[in-house]
């Protein structure tokens, strides 16, 4: 890992290492907890059409999750951004243009946060691609919980099928983890086809679906 950097994307794993947590202590991998409860996520919306889909999906499963937002999503659909919170979901930061902390100045970084946070008015961040500065965790950390995340289920891949993505879920998941998935347009044939089979999957197993309140 480079120096002055906190960066969960120098490699592509759906689990993350154990040994990254304690390093970056002050940021939110997962929720430390013996009770059957996992923490659903979604990067980079409100999208037009995907956003509504996936909320008609965690309704079935009588799920909250978390919806980490992109300001430039939220002016573009208002509409949907209301939807979510309609639906009893938690709000995050997820910058207003989703840019790299590696690759933005501390002062266009900071910019970009509030400005977002104008428009989500929440107290948790998630930083784009998991990628942010030590100088700026350090500026935002009295203000914002950093949200990182514990599971990737890679519906951003290309590559990858639902199948895939709900397996790699459903084999690393486990309770209090932090789970992420994409309400954006990249990702609509896998999040829309594998987020029923991992909500399936754990209510089966007697899990709730939380949100990062």
């Known amino acids: 890992m480079a120096r002055g950097v906190y960066d969960l994307s120098f490699v592509y794993l759906t689990k993350t290492p154990e040994f ?11 929720v430390q907890t013996d009770e059957k409860v996992l923490y659903i996520t979604f990067d980079d919306g409100p999208h037009p059409e995907v956003t509504p889909l996936v909320l008609e999906i965690l309704k079935k499963f009588n799920a909250k999750a978390t919806f980490f937002c992109v300001g430039g999503n939220v002016e ?10 309609r639906g009893g979901h938690a709000i ?15 002062y266009a970084y900071i910019k970009t946060y509030l400005r977002c946070q104008q428009l989500t008015g ?28 514990d599971v990737l289920s890679g519906d951003f891949d290309q590559k990858r ?7 790699s879920v459903i084999k690393h998941a486990s309770p209090g983890s932090i789970i992420v998935f994409h309400d954006s347009e990249k990702a609509r044939e896998n999040v829309l086809g594998s987020l029923p089979k991992v909500l399936e999957h754990f209510a089966n197993e007697g899990y709730r679906f939380l949100s990062l309140d």
Not at 20 to 30: E, F, G, N, R, Y
Not at 92 to 106: C, K, L, R
């Open 122 to 149: 929440t107290q948790i961040f998630r930083p784009p691609y998991g990628k942010i500065k030590r100088e700026q965790v350090k500026a935002l950390k009295d203000h914002t919980q950093i949200i990182m995340w």
């Open 76 to 85: 573009r659909n208002p509409n949907v951004f209301s939807m979510v919170k």
């Open 161 to 167: 099928d639902p199948e895939k993505c709900a397996s």
């Open 92 to 106: 995050g930061n997820h910058t207003y243009d989703h840019e790299s902390g590696w690759d933005t100045s501390q």
């Open 20 to 30: 990254l947590k304690p390093i970056a202590s002050d940021l939110l991998w997962d």
